[in-house]
């Protein structure tokens, strides 16, 4: 008995001995463990490779069955989804639907209809914070490239509700602030006028069209805009507060876009232009004589259509909604981001 039993200990304990070793010998490989840096470098190079042939397997062997499908008559499988932040997203009743009559009499009721209706033509002032810096000027000289119908006009000592009164009287439908730290534009306030809402966001990753490369030089016309993914009620406010600096009749001959992309509650702005090439193709004849009378190249064109990027390029991230006009003391905030909004990657506003 005692001899079968130390048999048997014997025996689990060589199979725990074989499983450490297994996981001695996997862990053997594994990048972080080595300490040389040529081998650890050889090794995660290693199974980098082999990853990629196995999903290159895999890719070969989901086509070779879309194609064995097809062949037969049969309906091909369907293919996965991939899981992201956006479609995994959390649940929220405030996102527009395609049939909310709701949002249709709120929409035409709100502060932004009468332009968005082209009763009123948008004329937009831009101002800056009263301590300016090297590149508030020049990110301000590129907005007015952009926006149509945008003035400029300095700051000074003047406080920003008399600029407000003064904007009033002279008819602006929107005041645009530009606010700069440490040389670098940091925010951007929107106002809309006569009776607001105000808009504070946080402007980062600013790159001005000089440092573009390749960039090109907008015209004078009127651009097109684009806006995505603003699906929530509070998405669709801010979207057509954007939309409100921009007359709603644009030029297309002058092939200008402007882009509010939002993704994550952070709004990428870009300022392309498309062009339209006719795209060369030669073809070296056989005949002397034809290569002789066409200068020995014959020239198949196509039309392609291509971006240029014509700046500047820049990201927004709503701080707060206020209602009416700039007023930090005694202002009423529709929205305001606080930091218990940012437990959970999955949770967006816009």
């Given at each position: 008995?005692a001899?079968?039993?130390?048999?048997?200990r014997?025996?689990?304990?060589g199979?725990g001995?074989?499983?450490?070793?297994e996981?001695?010998k996997?862990?053997?490989?594994?990048?972080?463990?080595i300490?040389?840096?040529?081998?650890?470098?050889?090794?995660?190079?290693?199974?980098?490779?082999?990853?990629?042939?196995?999903?290159?397997?895999?890719t070969?062997?989901?086509?070779?069955?879309?194609?064995?499908a097809?062949?037969?008559?049969?309906?091909?499988?369907?293919k996965k989804?991939?899981?992201?932040?956006?479609?995994?997203?959390?649940?929220?009743?405030?996102?527009?639907?395609p049939?909310?009559?709701?949002?249709?009499?709120?929409?035409?009721?709100?502060?932004?209809?009468?332009?968005?209706?082209?009763?009123?033509?948008?004329?937009?002032l831009?101002?800056?914070?009263?301590f300016?810096?090297?590149r508030?000027?020049?990110?301000?000289?590129?907005?007015?490239?952009?926006?149509?119908?945008?003035?400029?006009?300095?700051?000074?000592?003047?406080?920003?509700?008399?600029?407000?009164?003064?904007?009033?009287?002279?008819?602006?439908t929107?005041?645009?602030v530009v606010?700069?730290?440490?040389?670098?534009?940091?925010?951007?306030?929107?106002?809309?006028?006569?009776?607001?809402?105000t808009a504070?966001?946080?402007?980062?990753?600013?790159?001005?069209?000089?440092?573009?490369?390749?960039?090109?030089?907008?015209?004078?016309?009127?651009?097109?805009?684009v806006?995505?993914?603003f699906?929530?009620?509070?998405?669709?406010?801010?979207?057509?507060?954007?939309?409100?600096?921009?007359?709603?009749?644009?030029v297309?001959?002058?092939?200008?876009?402007?882009?509010?992309?939002?993704?994550?509650?952070?709004i990428?702005?870009?300022?392309?232009?498309?062009?339209?090439?006719?795209?060369?193709?030669?073809?070296?004849?056989?005949?002397?004589?034809?290569?002789s009378?066409?200068?020995?190249?014959?020239?198949?064109?196509?039309?392609?259509?291509?971006?240029q990027?014509?700046?500047?390029?820049?990201?927004?991230?709503?701080?707060?909604?206020?209602?009416?006009?700039f007023?930090?003391?005694?202002?009423?905030?529709?929205?305001l981001?606080?930091?218990?909004?940012?437990?959970?990657?999955?949770?967006?506003?816009?």
């Open positions: 008995m001899a079968g039993k130390r048999k048997h014997d025996k689990e304990a199979e001995d074989r499983e450490d070793g996981e001695i996997k862990a053997k490989f594994l990048p972080s463990i300490k040389n840096k040529e081998k650890r470098s050889k090794v995660y190079a290693d199974l980098k490779r082999d990853k990629r042939s196995a999903k290159r397997k895999q070969k062997a989901r086509e070779a069955a879309e194609k064995r097809l062949e037969l008559g049969e309906e091909p499988p369907l989804i991939p899981r992201t932040i956006e479609n995994t997203r959390e649940p929220d009743e405030t996102v527009c639907k049939n909310d009559e709701e949002l249709f009499a709120a929409n035409d009721a709100d502060e932004f209809s009468k332009i968005l209706k082209q009763e009123i033509a948008p004329k937009i831009i101002s800056t914070c009263r300016n810096s090297t508030g000027p020049a990110f301000i000289q590129e907005l007015l490239t952009v926006i149509p119908n945008a003035h400029y006009y300095k700051r000074g000592t003047h406080e920003l509700k008399k600029i407000v009164e003064y904007a009033k009287n002279k008819d602006f929107s005041i645009v606010h700069t730290n440490r040389r670098e534009p940091d925010a951007l306030l929107i106002i809309n006028l006569p009776d607001g809402p504070h966001f946080k402007v980062s990753n600013l790159v001005l069209r000089k440092d573009i490369k390749n960039h090109g030089n907008p015209t004078n016309h009127k651009p097109e805009l806006l995505n993914n699906t929530t009620r509070l998405g669709c406010r801010i979207g057509r507060m954007i939309q409100s600096l921009f007359p709603q009749d644009p297309f001959r002058g092939r200008r876009v402007v882009t509010f992309h939002n993704q994550r509650d952070f990428f702005f870009r300022h392309h232009r498309y062009i339209f090439e006719t795209k060369e193709k030669k073809d070296d004849t056989k005949d002397k004589k034809a290569q009378a066409q200068n020995k190249i014959n020239t198949q064109g196509r039309v392609i259509a291509r971006l990027e014509c700046g500047p390029r820049f990201t927004l991230k709503l701080v707060t909604l206020q209602h009416g006009t007023d930090s003391k005694g202002g009423e905030y529709e929205w981001h606080k930091a218990d909004m940012d437990t959970s990657r999955r949770r967006f506003f816009l």
